[in-house]
């Protein structure tokens, strides 16, 4: 079997600005579950998933490769086609993604191992993403700390360090002072970055810091009782930023304000929706009151339909209308093609009992007490103000 047949020689490891190889396949074999082939080769340049970086992509001879694994040494390469045993092959991977994952995961180590000396905190949990990468501290930070962490990292850069691997022995390792997610089996490998981090890590890095480019922390939050902190380093910071310029050079024009003072003009019309909203407000409740004034002593129902409403405004309506009737005080909010939003209270009609004879002609949903149910109706072919009305005024 291919899982027996000899370990794989990790390129990689050797060079990871490795974009172009020569090798030799070793078995071809299809996998059931993956619904491809599962590719040995003697050699490889592709990096399988692990340490919480995805795998990475390219071709074979010019097939595309889905999928890279290792299971016991020996690295997997799931394809489409298959290629027989013993023939020479040139692999080629993507190494603009390659190179990209290589930035994000230096640019984490070095955030991990500042984290971690000037504040204690190990990093729990580690991904990868095509966008985005996250790390989980086992503690808090605030936002003056995620600014010294930045700040550091990015001098790290700039001091275009040498990183250093090396492949300890256990009497080596055990004197050593190191970062480690999990317990490891076997060879440790050794990812250093001098004066910042030293780490156990299994995947391809820069050679030196300064290749990482711009190392940005874009979000934090509170997780599992510590923080999930976003970042993106290189290429990806650059096109974060690039975005994030358009959006608020965008914002600036909508607002006539320059870039700089987009957030106070954002506060600003924010102050005056918050106005607007409660003049708005007053003037519904003025109107509701007019019609609550406008139902007769001794209503048998009063059903009132409007297209918009504030839900308070209407609920209040409907408390106080259902006094001055002997049957139903209804409210529906919406129109006959969308559907409605309705409340119903009465004084002398169980409406849950009434609510399931309701929604058996009118479909929708709904709930609450036996004087005061709130749902909606579905738009329908059957649906109209005047059969609602209808219903309603039989009861």
């Not at 095509?130 to 600014?147: I, P, S, W, Y």
Request: charge should be negative; hydrophobic fraction near 35%; charged fraction near 30%.
């Amino acid at each position: 079997m291919a899982e027996t047949a000899e370990t794989t020689e990790k390129l990689f490891y050797e060079d990871s600005h490795m974009s172009a190889f020569t090798a030799h396949v070793v078995s071809c074999e299809w996998d059931e579950k993956k619904e491809s082939y599962a590719v040995v080769l003697d050699r490889t340049a592709f990096f399988p998933e692990g340490g919480g970086q995805y795998a990475d992509s390219g071709k074979i001879n010019g097939i595309e490769v889905i999928d890279v694994k290792e299971k016991n040494d020996v690295v997997f390469h799931y394809m489409k086609q298959s290629i027989e045993p013993g023939t020479e092959v040139k692999g080629e991977i993507d190494f603009e993604e390659r190179f990209s994952k290589m930035q994000q995961h230096t640019g984490e180590h070095i955030v991990s191992g500042l984290v971690h000396r000037h504040f204690g905190y190990d990093n729990v949990g580690f991904h990868l993403g095509k966008e985005l990468v996250t790390m989980d501290f086992n503690g808090m930070l605030d936002a003056e700390d995620l600014r010294k962490v930045e700040l550091e990292a990015n001098q790290a850069v700039a001091e275009n360090i040498e990183i250093v691997v090396t492949y300890p022995t256990k009497e080596e390792l055990a004197e050593m002072d190191y970062r480690s997610k999990k317990e490891i089996a076997g060879q440790v490998r050794i990812v250093t970055v001098p004066g910042y981090d030293v780490c156990a890590c299994c995947a391809p890095h820069v050679a030196k810091t300064g290749e990482i480019g711009l190392i940005k922390l874009v979000d934090a939050v509170k997780y599992k009782g510590g923080m999930r902190v976003t970042m993106v380093c290189g290429f990806r910071a650059l096109q974060d930023y690039q975005k994030k310029e358009d959006s608020v050079r965008e914002i600036s024009r909508l607002l006539s304000a320059k870039p700089d003072e987009v957030a106070d003009a954002v506060r600003r019309l924010q102050a005056e929706s918050l106005s607007w909203k409660d003049k708005v407000m007053r003037m519904q409740n003025r109107y509701m009151e007019q019609k609550l004034a406008e139902i007769p002593e001794g209503a048998e129902n009063c059903i009132l339909f409007e297209e918009e409403m504030d839900k308070n405004a209407g609920r209040k309506f409907v408390d106080s209308g259902m006094r001055k009737c002997s049957g139903i005080c209804a409210l529906f909010l919406g129109n006959e093609e969308k559907g409605y939003q309705y409340t119903l209270g009465s004084q002398s009609i169980n409406l849950k009992e009434f609510m399931k004879e309701f929604h058996s002609v009118f479909p929708g949903k709904g709930g609450g007490k036996p004087e005061m149910v709130q749902g909606t109706v579905q738009p329908g072919d059957q649906l109209s103000e005047e059969a609602i009305r209808l219903y309603l005024c039989k009861k």
